[in-house]
Every structure is written in C-alpha cells, then in structure tokens.
C-alpha cells in the first residue's frame, strides 16, 4: 500500500493525479500545513525539506519500504512502479524527461513566486516582486505555448505522460496568477483536453478541498 502525505496544492495534485491515473491501491494522510505538521520531527524524518507531497511505499522496488519526495521524483518513481506514462527509453523518454524537468522547475518556481506575492497583496503586506514574477511567470507560459504550438496534443508529443501532469496543476491557477490565457491558446486548448480527463478531476481533490481551485 502507498500512503501520500498531502494537501490539493500544486504540488501535491501532482502526486495525487498520478496515483488516480494510475489505479495503483493508496490511502492518504491529509496534512495541515497552517498548523505546521510538516515541520514536526516525524515528516522531517520522511521530508528533510518539510514539505509535501511524501509518498510511502510499503512495497518498496526491493520489497522493502521506500519514502519518495520532491513531486517530479514521486512522478518518476509511480511512472516505473506501474509502468505507465513514460517511456522506458529512447527519444521519447528524453521527450517527457525534458518537459517534466522544465516543469517542475522553471515552472513550479515561478508559480510559487506569484502565489507567495499575491499572498502578500492581499494580506496587504509589501509585494515588490509580484510584477517581476508575473512577467517571467508570462515567459514560462510562452515556452508552454511554443511547445505545444505545432498542434501536438501533449507536452511531450501524441501520448500523454508525467510531463502533463507535473504542469497541470500549476497551470490549473492561471486565474490566481493573473495570465491571460487567450494569449496562449494552444496552452488553453493543452488545458482543457488534460482537465477534461476523469482521474485529473478526481486528483484534483485529494484529499478533498472544498473549492474548484
Ligand atoms: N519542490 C517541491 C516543492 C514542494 C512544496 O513547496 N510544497 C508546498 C505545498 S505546494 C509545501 O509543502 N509548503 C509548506 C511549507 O513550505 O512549509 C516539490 O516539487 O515537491
């Protein structure tokens, strides 16, 4: 059994798609990062960073238990445990390779930054670096937007894989983060044929949130 540690986050919606496209058997263990229960000493253990998603696999590659974070690791690491959504070698491998590299960096860095900084506007507390942010946040988006501008149905080609789904999430908040998604339309027509899949609506929600967002 896998157990995610986890909250419908950006990141722990990576996680959690991942597992609902899968089929793979988890539970999960809700975290409430409010209360700070993923800088207590027993998720440090699991996370030394204190963050989510975890995952725990009871059976591990080697039949022991295996403790995986960082969400594009756990993507990888559910990808090779079920055999799906990344293949196993050759150019189409360094295809999703590459978009799931890009997107869990460039992407998910930038995402964080914005949402930090509109947290801080709202909040009415200094946000100097909401603008900087926001335009580079626009930059990732046309690289998006590039990529997928020879009509390609996903990221990394004509088969959707960990790629799509280490981007979704974060693209997901586009409303939060203030683009405009007509400005990119092949990254909005990306957008509603990956939301319109039944495990990344179920995934979205895991553990359940409450909101659309
Ligand atoms: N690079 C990490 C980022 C994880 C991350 O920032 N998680 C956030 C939620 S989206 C978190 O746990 N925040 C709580 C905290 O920083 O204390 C990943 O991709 O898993």
Not at 20 to 49: C, H
Not at 84 to 105: I, Q
Request: glycine residues 8%; charged residues 25%; negative net charge.
């Amino acid at each position: 059994m896998i157990t995610l540690y986890s909250k419908a986050t950006s990141n722990g919606r990576k996680a959690s798609i991942m597992l609902e496209e899968t089929g793979l058997s988890y539970r999960v263990r809700a975290m409430d990062l409010d209360a700070r229960e993923q800088k207590e000493p027993w998720f440090i253990a699991l996370n030394p960073q204190g963050r989510i998603p975890v995952i725990v696999d009871d059976d591990g590659p080697d039949g022991r238990s295996a403790t995986v974070f960082e969400s594009g690791a756990i993507l990888i690491y559910l990808a090779e445990k079920s055999g799906r959504f990344l293949p196993v070698d050759g150019r189409a491998r360094a295809d999703v390779l590459k978009w799931l590299m890009y997107a869990s960096t460039h992407l998910t860095f930038t995402g964080m930054q914005v949402h930090w900084q509109v947290r801080l506007r709202d909040e009415g507390r200094p946000h100097d670096l909401l603008s900087v942010w926001q335009e580079e946040n626009n930059r990732v988006y046309g690289a998006f937007e590039q990529g997928l501008a020879d009509g390609r149905p996903f990221l990394a080609g004509d088969a959707y894989s960990i790629a799509d789904i280490a981007a979704f999430p974060w693209i997901h908040r586009w409303k939060m983060q203030e683009i405009t998604l007509e400005d990119f339309p092949a990254v909005g027509a990306w957008y509603a044929r990956v939301g319109a899949r039944d495990a990344v609506r179920r995934g979205l929600d895991v553990p359940p949130r409450g909101d659309a967002l």
